[in-house]
């Protein structure tokens, strides 16, 4: 594996490498399975600031499943939870806990989508299909991916109702002021020992994704415990893939702590987009969203390594944000601790300032703050 440095990293805004016989729009929601949709949905409006938007369930014919979706800029969430014993959803949820079962992605025409990935070897999840209602048509097709996660391709352009057939307007009394956030960044996956290649190679070929960058565990790794990564874009770089895998380390990596408490290969963060990271880590801060924190000693040196930004360092240290450069720019960047009670998921916010890159320079800061967390659970 080519083992790129961040210094003299050129990541472009577009990845020529791509191949663009998928064209993709961009992510048209993220779709969670959940124990309990309707509290979920309040978590993340009411902590996250995501607006209400649409609504599906017994009132709309549904018999055994409901979804509530929300929304922040171009950030869409559809929180589903089943309503009976049995089926596809209820088992999702006691394999893996709340996760997200569905990164729905946004294309021109998603029966050719299905087609040219299944071709390529995908495995079937369902075949194109047409959804319409008095505001238009939606065409779905889906292919599987990583552990039990799909890929839902999406084709609205004929579609113009306020979020998808099936679904009617959901307009509760209670609104919370948005945090700010714009859209989703990245979306990192974990997968089993070995298996990062497969995946990348599926990304690569099944979907003509190229890839921007690869950390091996010399690169991630802290005392005590190692992972690898790479990360797999598409043509216009609108959707990033990081890939991971746990390595061997003197304990246990916080790859193998997800694939675990997991049970199987799945997301483990999302990463999403702020103008302001001050701002919005402030308000989530103050609405109960806790975040991983480094030592008072990360910041004493930082700007040496990433030299002069912007922000002052004090609101930084304050928040507990981390900062890294590139060839480009710099990024601001912190991460939540889990927010399921299974250690597996989590929520990255970041602000780019020039930068195209992930963070390197935070890695080990950031995975030691993790092993606090996993000793304090007894996982580490
Ligand atoms: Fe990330």
Known sequence: ????????????????????FLPLLGTD???????NAKQAAYYYMAAWGFQPLAYAGLETGLKDKVSYVVQQDKIRLVLTSPLKPGGEINKHIESHGDGVKVIALGVDDAS???????????ENYFEPKSVEDKNGKVVLSGIHTYGETVHVFVERKNYNGVFMPGYRAWNPFYK????????????????????????????????????????????????????????MSNGNGRIKFPINEPADGRKKSQIEEYIEFYNGAGVQ???????????????????????????????????????????????????????????????????TKPILDRPTMFIEIIQRKGAKSFGKGN??????????????????
């Open 1 to 20: 594996m080519s083992k790129l440095d961040n210094t003299s990293l050129k990541l472009p805004k577009e990845n020529p490498e791509a191949e663009d």
């Open 29 to 35: 929601h993220v779709e969670l399975y959940v124990g």
């Open 112 to 122: 050719k989508s299905h087609h040219e990935t299944t071709k390529r070897g995908a």
């Open 176 to 231: 919370a002021p948005n945090v700010g956030l714009k859209y989703i960044d990245h979306m990192v996956g974990n997968v089993g020992w070995n298996e990062m290649n497969k995946w990348c190679e599926f990304y690569a070929k099944v979907m003509g994704f190229a890839q921007l960058v690869s950390f091996d565990d010399k690169d991630i790794s802290t005392e005590y415990t190692a992972l690898m990564s790479k990360v």
């Open 269 to 335: 963060h999302m990463a999403l987009a702020t103008d302001n990271i001050i701002e919005t880590v402030t308000a989530l801060r103050n609405r109960g969203i806790e975040f991983l924190t480094v030592p008072a000693s990360y910041y004493e040196d930082v700007l040496d390594r990433v030299g002069e930004i912007d922000e002052d360092l004090a609101p930084l240290k304050e928040l507990g944000i981390l900062i890294d450069r590139d060839d480009e720019g710099y990024l601001l960047q912190i991460f």
């Open 363 to 380: 890695f080990k800061a950031l995975f030691e703050a993790i092993e606090r967390e996993q000793e304090s659970r007894g996982t580490l």
